[in-house]
T-cell receptor, first 114, second 111 residues
Framework: EAGVTQFPSHSVIEKGQTVTLRCDPISGHDNLYWYRRVMGKEIKFLLHFVKESKQDESGMPNNRFLAERTGGTYSTLKVQPAELEDSGVYFC????????????FGPGTRLTVL | KQEVTQIPAALSVPEGENLVLNCSFTDSAIYNLQWFRQDPGKGLTSLLLIQSSQREQTSGRLNASLDKSSGRSTLYIAASQPGDSATYLCAVPSGTYKYIFGTGTRLKVLA
């Protein structure tokens, strides 16, 4: 069974540009999460999808971030326009259920904004 | 507000030692607790998931315990090996799914 995959693995962009990160969850997992770790800090929750619906986007830092999950399969996270403080590692995770369910994480996308 | 703390922040031990990593959390009303391992430049690998009704889980040389009332979990690694070198993270959900992570313990096992 394939795990959670993320693309790209690394992205280097200039301030003001747009970047789109993609996550493919484990097949059959309705729950998809985005997290990120900025330099020197702990990993923090960004948002949660159940199928194609956003259940909780309380962790999204501001309106420069837009997440979608069309058709309830893969998800994208767009940052537009990117700022220096957006640099970090963006992780995607998926789980079969919402409550008490093991979350499986992808390898992450390392984003560097210059 | 849930907060997660991991002690020690870093640990260096000779190969073969048994060791204990600690995780504490402030809100004991948790659904579960999950331990992860992260290798440099890699993603998070799930090691063990302990449900709130359980007291411990074992996988190979790893044993994780959970004491909800005291807000603590320990990850015990038996007979450590150089391949165990990584950062170990614990996470608890705030509510049912929003994981709160500790800052991790960086483990180095010397050959």
């Amino acid at each position: 069974e394939a795990g959670v995959t993320q693309f790209p693995s690394h992205s280097v962009i200039e301030k003001g540009q747009t970047v789109t990160l993609r996550c493919d969850p484990i097949s059959g997992h309705d729950n998809l999460y985005w997290y990120r770790r900025v330099m020197g800090k702990e990993i923090k929750f960004l948002l949660h999808f159940v199928k194609e619906s956003k259940q909780d986007e309380s962790g999204m830092p501001n309106n420069r971030f837009l997440a979608e999950r069309t058709g309830g399969t893969y998800s994208t996270l767009k940052v537009q326009p990117a700022e220096l403080e957006d640099s970090g590692v963006y992780f995607c995770a998926s789980s079969q259920w919402t409550s008490g369910s093991e979350q499986f994480f992808g390898p992450g996308t390392r984003l560097t904004v210059l | 507000k849930q907060e997660v703390t991991q002690i020690p922040a870093a640990l260096s031990v000779p190969e073969g030692e048994n060791l204990v990593l600690n995780c504490s959390f402030t809100d004991s009303a948790i659904y579960n607790l999950q331990w992860f391992r992260q290798d440099p430049g890699k993603g998070l690998t799930s090691l063990l998931l302990i449900q709130s009704s359980q007291r411990e889980q074992t996988s190979g040389r790893l044993n994780a315990s959970l004491d909800k009332s005291s807000g603590r979990s320990t990850l015990y690694i038996a007979a450590s090996q150089p391949g165990d070198s990584a950062t170990y993270l614990c996470a608890v959900p705030s509510g049912t799914y929003k994981y709160i992570f500790g800052t991790g313990t960086r483990l180095k096992v010397l050959a």
